[in-house]
């Protein structure tokens, strides 16, 4: 009897927490996102239409200097096999922890602007259904991936955007820089900055913090970043397809302050939300 105690003992204070450990890495390990101190930076690349040599070299900085982004996709606006066979094989390509380099997401269907309507503000819950819809089926059809995030072109949405997305489980982020867009969303979408992200909740709502359309300086982020640092994470929002070299030089100076500098760690939207889910929980 005693000697029986005295096995259960061992296990319990010796082999447990063996086995847990190796559990907990083996989890980690899998998703290779290990908590950090340092702020999560997220690139919001919009306005992939078919492909070009401008987006064909971003995606190149983004691949040589090993980091990674999300690029939204005008879903009719990519149409040539051309483009379709090439974004389909950079979507297969890996980082080290076995996410998507690149990850594509829906940024609307045909991007349309009608005076002050756009393709998510002004139209109804149909129209806006029928467009993720579109969307989300090209994805799957020509792509051969699924989307997982969302940002509305122009940032313009209204309260039919979040009954719309609703509908779709797949999208379990929500990119968004106007207030108003926000305060449309309900409870459904959490708010990594305000509320503790648990495993269950679906649903994630993510601040662009900079909103840069052509040329971008890094002298506002440098300035910036005694306050950014505190953020869990920084989304930054560009255009790729309108930069010239110097836009190009700035991104790698981008680069070279948060990675080469260890001021914050790239992950993609997706890849964010996943991560949130690994962790046991965020302060409120
Ligand atoms: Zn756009």
């Known amino acids: ?31 290779s996102v290990k908590y950090s101190n340092l702020p999560v930076i997220i690139i919001k690349a919009d306005d992939l239409m078919d492909t070009t040599p401008n987006w064909n070299r971003f995606i190149k900085v983004v ?85 997982h995030s969302f940002g509305a072109p122009f940032n313009k949405t209204n309260s039919t955007t979040d009954s719309a997305l609703k509908r779709y489980p797949d999208i379990n982020v929500w990119m968004c820089y106007q207030k108003n867009e926000k305060e449309n969303a309900n409870k459904y979408w959490k708010d990594p900055k305000k509320k503790a992200i648990h495993s269950l909740d679906r649903n994630l709502i993510l601040d662009v913090d900079y909103l840069f359309l052509k040329d971008f300086s890094m002298d506002v982020i440098k300035k910036n970043f005694n306050e950014d640092k505190k953020k869990q994470y920084i989304l930054i929002q560009i255009h790729p397809q309108l930069w010239d070299n110097k836009s190009f030089d700035n991104f790698r100076k981008l680069i ?29």
């Open 1 to 31: 009897m005693k000697e029986n105690l005295r096995s259960m003992h061992f296990i319990s204070l010796i082999v447990l927490p063996l086995i847990l450990n190796f559990l907990f890495n083996s989890c980690s390990d899998e998703l």
């Open 63 to 147: 691949i040589d200097n090993q980091i990674c982004a999300g690029i939204g996709v005008i879903s009719k606006q990519l149409s040539s096999n051309k483009s379709i066979s090439e974004i389909r094989r950079i979507a297969k390509i890996k980082q080290n922890n076995n996410f998507s380099v690149i990850e594509f997401w829906n940024h609307g269907y045909d991007h349309s602007k009608n005076g002050i309507e756009t393709e998510f503000y002004g139209t109804d819950f149909e129209y806006q259904l029928s467009h993720i819809q579109k969307s989300q089926d090209f994805f799957i059809d020509s792509l051969q991936c699924i989307s």
């Open 256 to 284: 070279r302050f948060y990675k080469d500098q260890k001021r914050g760690v790239f992950m993609t939207p997706y890849q964010y939300y996943q991560f949130l889910h690994t962790k046991k929980s965020n302060p409120d």
